[in-house]
């Protein structure tokens, strides 16, 4: 199946209920851990490439790679562009073939995020390439003291609603609470949900959920086992990303436990089978804990028997 536009597989989900995984990917393991998953789950999936991902792999490795087993899977795919900076890699990917595209310029005061956003799901969408865009930042929440501080991060539901109006940009990704990476929480971990129906209430379009990994616990085991230092990691709570769907979150994004689980697999081999020095053991061990982990991605989320 040719590559889809992320809108084909992100309003029907919003509309109906459930979540699409967007997974991280910068080479050929963790690529067809994906697909096979979404194959085996028959579910749609969002292929998500950041800046760093396309320096290290290089566009047309990435794109004919994904291109290919979106084919040859047969499954309904999307390949998007992952926190971009600037219009500038927005244009590159998508005359390069992706299908999606994301401008993250909420680091940047509101008024020049919505300059950014604008202008890049102007020319997106003269290309046919749907747009997500970000309003608030990602941060532990723990560290923002007074409700100011929390105030000027977490992302504001009126502002959420004028911002999509202003920018054009077809999905959202908000702050609620999560942070990109293993250690998301130092206390109890905790998302405002409320905060996301409300926005919910107010944004009709798709809502994405950056910072999603849950970092579950046998995976942390795994990768502990075999020699992994991770102490302290923590992420969000499966129950928690299950309340997040219903409130309408309809992309998730997951990278930290498609690490954690690789390392575990690889550092598996590496231990149990010292005589072992066969890459394609080495990385295929990393690639089969990234499936069982996609797999339980797409159960959770809903987006299983969706492709
Ligand atoms: O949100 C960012 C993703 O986890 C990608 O991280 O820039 O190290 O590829 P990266
Ligand atoms: P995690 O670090 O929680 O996997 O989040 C990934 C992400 O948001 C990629 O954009
Ligand atoms: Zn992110």
């Known amino acids: ?32 851990a994906v697909f096979e998953a979404a194959a085996e789950m028959k579910s749609p999936v969002i292929v998500a490439t950041s800046e760093s991902a396309i320096e290290y792999a290089g566009f047309d490795n990435l794109l004919n790679m994904v291109r290919h087993m979106a084919d040859y899977f047969g499954v309904k795919a999307a390949l998007h562009l992952d926190h971009g900076k600037d219009l500038d890699i927005a244009v590159k990917c998508i005359r390069h073939g992706w299908t999606s595209v994301m401008i993250d310029a909420s680091k940047l005061e509101y008024e020049e995020n919505v300059a950014a956003t604008s202008a890049v799901a102007q020319v997106a969408h003269m290309a046919g390439v749907p747009v997500e865009a970000e309003l608030g930042r990602l941060a532990g929440i723990e560290d923002m003291v007074s ?27 908000i702050a609620i609470g999560t942070s990109h990476g293993a250690y998301k929480f130092k206390g109890e971990p905790k998302l405002e949900l409320d905060r996301l129906s409300e926005i919910a209430g107010m944004v009709e379009r798709p809502l994405v959920l950056h910072g999603a990994s849950s970092v579950p616990q046998d ?89």
Do not use: W
């Open 147 to 173: 409700v100011d501080e929390r105030e000027a991060a977490l992302t504001d539901p009126a502002q959420a609603a004028e911002f999509v109006e202003r920018t054009g940009c077809d999905f959202l990704a």
């Open 219 to 307: 995976v942390l085991e795994t990768a502990a086992k075999y020699g992994a230092k991770l102490p302290g990691a923590k992420g969000v709570p499966e129950d928690a990303i299950k309340e997040a769907v219903k409130s309408g979150i309809a992309k998730i994004n997951i990278d930290t436990d498609l690490r954690l689980a690789f390392t575990g697999g690889v550092r598996r081999v590496l231990t149990e089978s010292p005589e072992v020095f066969d890459p394609r053991k080495i990385v295929g061990s990393g690639r089969e804990a990234i499936r069982d982990v996609v797999k339980r991605k797409m159960r959770l989320f809903g987006s299983d028997g969706k492709g």
């Open 1 to 32: 199946m040719p590559l889809v536009s992320s809108k084909e597989i992100l309003v029907p989900a919003r509309e109906h209920g459930y979540a699409v995984g967007a997974f991280n990917t910068s080479n050929l393991e963790i690529s067809q």
